[in-house]
């Protein structure tokens, strides 16, 4: 499995950015693709998480705020990120979960870094 993720850069607060994670390799068929944060200094923390079926789960922090979605056919799935605040800088993260009988893997991509000034 490989993630590539893009989309990170610098915006100004209350402007918009969209991330994508593109999927390659042999992928598990069901599985669930999504975001996680880290801010310098702190804990990785979760973002959004969506499956194969499209149910997406949100973060309290960003909820109303951030969409996820995929794209099964590209195996990509999105963050959009609207609103954004200058507490979103961080690196984001994407990853790739799944299960394999009573066993939970897991796979992350290299972290894209969003700056959002003042």
């Known amino acids: 499995v490989q993630l590539q993720a893009s989309g990170g850069g610098l915006v100004q607060a209350g402007g918009s950015r969209r991330l994508s994670c593109a999927a390659s390799?042999?992928?598990?068929?069901?599985?669930?693709m999504g975001w996680y944060r880290q801010i310098q200094g702190k804990q990785r923390e979760f973002v959004a998480m969506?499956?194969?079926?499209?149910?997406?789960i949100v973060a309290d922090s960003v909820k109303g705020r951030f969409t996820i979605s995929r794209d099964n056919a590209k195996n990509t799935v999105y963050l959009q990120m609207n609103s954004l605040k200058p507490e979103d800088t961080a690196a984001y993260y994407c990853?790739?979960?799944?299960?394999?009988?009573?066993?939970?893997?897991?796979?992350w991509g290299q972290g894209t870094q969003v700056t959002v000034s003042s």
């Open positions: 990853v790739m979960m799944w299960v394999d009988g009573t066993s939970e893997f897991d796979f």
């Open positions: 969506i499956s194969t079926g499209g149910t997406p």
């Open positions: 390799g042999s992928l598990p068929p069901i599985n669930a």
